[in-house]
């Protein structure tokens, strides 16, 4: 059993044996040569197909199907990082996948909003359309990270609450239960409360507002 590695350690498997997993991000066809090129949650990696069986087997599977690659790693100017697999044995790990509403290969995004919304689970595969959610992530573990180093203490405060949180914005209204409630426009309350007990606070969430989109103030 190959353990797996996933594609932006590839370069450190020079020699090796090893086993990656993810989905197929594109078929390269060349006049003597077939590529596969695998997306996995690191990045890509890039997998040389050398003999007839391979490549009519690799022709069943559409882009976006889940497969596992294991092969040797050997060094390459040409792949991505430098390194990519021969000589592999592909078994694929679920059907056929259905074509994506539009190539998640090429650098832009040519589908309309509708469609990216309607295929969002396929879409959001795309590197630009991805890239905000990673970009947020990132933020938000360095905003952890900084306030942790501070000594301050992360807190969850209640997002349903029975009146309103703070003056002069909307709220919105739900039934919980049959009482009257609210979706919470502030953590303030909470966090202040909690101040005597910490001394110093912090919580990383949404607070909401019924309120138009684009205001001079803050978003909904």
Not at 36 to 43: K, P
Not at 98 to 122: E, G, K, N, S, W
């Amino acid at each position: 059993m190959i353990s797996r590695v996933l594609a932006a350690d590839l370069p450190s498997h020079v020699g090796a044996q090893v086993c990656i997993a993810g989905w197929l991000h594109r078929r390269r066809q060349l006049k003597s040569m077939t590529f596969l090129v695998i997306r996995d949650r690191s990045g890509l990696a890039q997998v040389v197909l050398s003999s007839a069986e391979q490549v009519a087997a690799a022709a069943e599977l559409p882009e976006e199907s889940v497969v596992a690659v294991a092969g040797t790693v050997v060094a390459s100017d040409q792949a991505p990082d430098g390194a990519e697999i021969v000589r592999p044995v592909i078994t694929p790990l679920s059907g056929p996948a259905q074509p994506p509403p539009f190539d998640l290969y090429r650098p832009a995004v040519t589908a309309a909003l509708p469609t990216i919304l309607d295929h969002a689970p396929a879409s959001l595969r795309h590197p630009r359309l991805r890239a905000p959610f990673e970009i947020s992530a990132a933020a938000v573990a360095g905003f952890r990270a900084a306030l942790d180093d501070l000594g301050f203490t992360e807190i969850s405060t209640p997002k349903i609450v029975g009146s309103a949180t703070e003056s002069g914005a909307n709220v919105f209204g739900l039934d919980y239960f049959g009482r009257a409630a609210y979706l919470a426009q502030s953590p303030q309350f909470y966090k202040q409360a909690m101040v005597g007990v910490f001394e110093r606070v912090y919580e990383t969430a949404p607070a909401f507002r019924a309120e138009p989109h684009d205001t001079a103030r803050h978003l909904a």
